[in-house]
């Protein structure tokens, strides 16, 4: 029995060992699932914030797509809206164009008294090129007087309007032997220009005489040369003509010179510009009226090469006076020049001085006898000199231009010099004894 219970000690310690070694493992154990289950733990508590940042970073999200889809939506209706509102611009602006361009650039008067006959003529050449742009050009006949059949003839066209100017106040000339016709033409002029600037309202008007037929682009011309004058307040009118625009004399339809020399026939001016000479207008001779330096105070014409009117008036207030000569062989331009397209700006005060001086001093100079002899025989243009009135008009002469002065001034001169064509593509310029200075030329 001893022996039984000293086993079972010997027994119970191994057990015990394994009891406490079981205990041990199982706590060893324990602490690694404890370990493990607190990594867990961790692992899922960041996890889940990770989790809840996502969530929030997704709300964020959403709520910027929200918006940029708001954002996206008001910008839409307000593209919409911008869309509606350049149509609505377009509109207005074509609107604008077209009024622009259905506005007036001048009003046309022909300048009538008792030749019907010459009117149908010169009303018939107008209306085939003034019809195109009637609302551009409004046409009128001012007739001063009352001869009968011109009125009727007047009244015939449906197409302008008709003014009549009755004067019944006698004429008395200031010099003897004076035509009293110079003097009516005067008056009419000062009236029919009140009439069309002050009461019609007119920013522009182009005077026409009963006698006369115009070129094909006669209009467009006027048109180019009104912007020219908007631009340039140094140019005092445009016109339509040129004093030595002989077949001979000219070649060059696209060429246009500024003049000091008023051209008239055929010719343009501004409200502004009537302001200042209506109420100093004279009582006869408008056109030498003008060519004097008191009235254009330096301000200069715009003329071209080749004639956009034609004077068939032989019989008239000047009697026929140089028509075989200088009037007949006119050149009326046959070609339609697109002026829209042409820059003009070599034509302004600050270009032109520069622009003509380079082609007087390019041309050649020469001297002597026999000069119209020697610049038929010479290749390109030539100049040649004189040294006052009675050698230019000895020059002109020789050639066959028009040696009249007015007020120191020859017809068409550019400080002083005249330039016209010698049968050819040449041009002669007849230089004036101060013209190289004027026109700042060196060494020539």
């Not at 959403?62 to 996206?72: E, N, T």
């Not at 246009?256 to 001016?269: A, E, H, K, N, Q």
């Not at 200088?326 to 820059?343: C, F, Q, R, S, T």
Request: charged content about 25%; hydrophobic content about 40%.
């Amino acid at each position: 029995m001893a022996r039984m219970s000293c086993d079972l000690r010997f027994l119970l310690i191994p057990a015990a060992f394994m009891f406490i070694y079981i205990q041990m493992r199982l706590f060893q154990t324990q602490s690694q699932y404890a370990d493990r289950l607190g990594s867990a733990i961790e692992s899922e508590n960041h996890c889940t914030s990770q989790m809840r940042g996502l969530i929030d970073e997704v709300s964020i999200k959403q709520s910027q797509i929200v918006a940029l889809q708001d954002l996206k939506n008001r910008q839409d209706q307000e593209l919409v809206q911008l869309k509606d509102l350049i149509h609505t611009f377009e509109t207005i602006y074509n609107l604008f164009l077209l009024c622009i361009d259905q506005m007036p650039v001048a009003a046309v008067v022909i300048m009538a008294c008792s030749r019907a006959d010459y009117l149908a003529r010169t009303v018939k050449s107008v209306l085939t090129y003034q019809s195109p742009v009637a609302s551009k050009y409004p046409l009128f006949i001012s007739q001063d007087g009352s001869d009968q059949a011109v009125k009727s003839k007047a009244l015939s066209y449906n197409q302008l309007t008709y003014m009549q100017h009755l004067d019944f106040e006698p004429v008395i000339t200031e010099r003897p032997g004076e035509l009293i016709a110079y003097y009516k033409i005067a008056r009419h002029y000062k009236w029919a220009l009140d009439q069309l600037f002050y009461k019609h309202k007119f920013s522009r008007v182009i005077i026409l005489e009963d006698d006369m037929e115009i070129a094909p682009d006669f209009f467009d011309y006027f048109e180019a040369a009104a912007n020219l004058m908007d631009r340039d307040k140094t140019i005092m009118a445009a016109s339509s003509w040129n004093d030595n625009g002989q077949k001979q004399f000219v070649h060059d339809p696209y060429a246009l010179y500024r003049s000091d020399f008023f051209p008239g026939l055929g010719w343009m001016l501004k409200r502004s510009t009537w302001d200042e000479l209506s109420p100093k207008w004279p009582k006869a001779y408008p056109d030498d009226w003008l060519r004097l330096k008191e009235n254009h105070k330096d301000r200069q014409f715009i003329r071209p090469e080749v004639c956009r009117t034609y004077n068939f008036g032989e019989h008239g207030s000047s009697l026929g006076q140089f028509f075989s000569q200088y009037l007949e062989p006119i050149k009326l331009n046959d070609v339609k020049v697109d002026w829209k397209a042409k820059d003009l700006g070599y034509l302004t005060e600050g270009n032109y001085t520069k622009y003509f001086s380079g082609l007087v001093r390019q041309a050649r100079p020469i001297q002597g006898s026999d000069l119209v002899l020697k610049a038929q025989n010479i290749k390109g243009d030539v100049r040649i000199r004189y040294k006052d009135q009675a050698e230019f008009e000895r020059i002109a002469g020789e050639f066959g231009i028009f040696e009249e002065w007015k007020d120191g001034v020859p017809r068409t001169a550019y400080k002083g010099v005249v330039v016209f064509r010698i049968q050819t593509t040449r041009r002669v310029f007849l230089v004036g004894p101060d013209s190289v200075m004027q026109l700042g030329i060196r060494n020539s």
